[in-house]
């Protein structure tokens, strides 16, 4: 498979589980079988219901748009540089037509000092407002730094924590560029002990999620329990267990799809792991060919894997 063919894989598959996950989002189990008695294929399926008109039906969401500013910040700097994603996450966010963020990122990103020391800032915020949350949406930008060839757990750490302090978080972000990494540079699936390790170390919170996602079953995860379907590590499990027990990316983002909770992020994660591992061959072709945006996600594919194809090794250019 080639270099090319997984990076437009991890792209493309993240911005279709995406835009098809709006159809199952917030629902429950039994309230997908029921709106979907046969499964949720395509975008014409999806229902037309409050939460899911603001949108057109293939149309990814602003999870998918921030991955791509992350990929064009990449692209035009030549390595990782979380300062200038800062500036352009801040950039997308003070012009967005529509308001994809959670409240506790909204006084992050609307803080005085983010572009000054977005670090600091995340951090101030969440200990004056005593956050103890882990939610889920730095997880597609810890995909996309952990395809830089190298300081993986720095730069998902630093990425993680402009806006998610939780260690929680940040542990689940450096599991999810570890794998990344090794199905792009190593093709191959992260060992299990890898993983393990790195919850082990940076918060054991995370170790029982990987343990379910490897051992367990889907429904073990209970990613559809309103009051924890946006954990990261119901995030993080669901992908994982999509990488250890399917080698088909439609099968999997059905059967993610079909458990409902934060559906349309964990079918954005599910299926850029998936499209990394398996190539862009692989993805679904009406999804592929229905996915509205689908030339800017086409134009920044191709020129992140130029850029990765040419990535030079050597001082990366954070600040």
């Given amino acids: 498979m080639s270099f090319n063919n997984k990076i437009k894989g991890c ?23 029921r709106r979907y008695p046969d499964g949720l294929h395509e975008y014409s399926q999806i ?19 921030v991955v791509m500013h992350l990929a064009e910040s990449i692209i035009e700097r030549q390595g990782v540089d979380y300062m200038d994603f800062a500036r352009r996450y801040k950039d997308w966010f ?5 308001d994809d963020t959670d409240a506790h990122m909204r006084h992050v990103l609307q803080h005085t000092s983010f572009l000054t020391d977005p670090h600091a800032t995340c951090r101030e915020v969440y200990e004056r407002q005593k956050l103890y949350e882990a939610p889920n949406e730095a997880m ?10 190298k300081d993986v757990e720095r730069h998902a750490t630093d990425n993680c924590r402009l806006t998610h302090w939780n260690t929680r978080c940040v542990a689940s972000a450096v599991i999810v560029a570890t794998v990344a990494n090794e199905l792009l540079w ?10 393990r390790g790195i919850a082990t170390r940076i918060d054991k919170e995370v170790l029982p999620y990987v343990e379910i996602a490897h051992h367990g079953t889907l429904s073990d995860l209970e990613i559809d329990d ?4 946006w954990y990261v590590r119901k995030n993080v499990a669901a992908a994982l267990w999509s990488l250890w027990h399917h080698t088909d990316p439609a099968e999997a983002l059905h059967e993610v ?57 050597g001082e990366d250019t954070d600040d």
Avoid at 55 to 65: A, F, L, N, P, S
Avoid at 94 to 98: I, K, L, N, T
């Fill in 11 to 33: 792209i493309y598959g993240y911005a279709i589980g995406d835009a098809l996950g709006r159809g199952t989002e917030f629902m429950t189990k039994a309230e997908t079988r």
């Fill in 186 to 195: 190593h093709r191959r699936m992260a060992e299990y002990d890898l993983l």
């Fill in 140 to 149: 597609g930008r810890a995909m996309i730094v952990g395809l830089w060839p």
């Fill in 257 to 313: 799809l079909s458990h409902g909770g934060d559906a349309n992020a964990n079918g954005a994660l599910t299926m850029g792991l998936m499209g990394l591992r398996y190539g862009f061959s692989k993805l679904p072709a009406s999804l592929v060919e229905n996915l509205l945006g689908e030339e800017r996600v086409a134009d920044v594919a191709e020129r992140l894997a130029d850029t990765l194809c040419h990535a030079d090794l």
């Fill in 47 to 65: 229902i037309r219901d409050a939460h899911r008109s603001s949108r057109k039906r293939g149309e990814y969401t602003g999870d998918t748009q």
């Fill in 226 to 229: 309103e009051d924890s379907y």
């Fill in 94 to 98: 003070d012009h967005q037509d529509s």
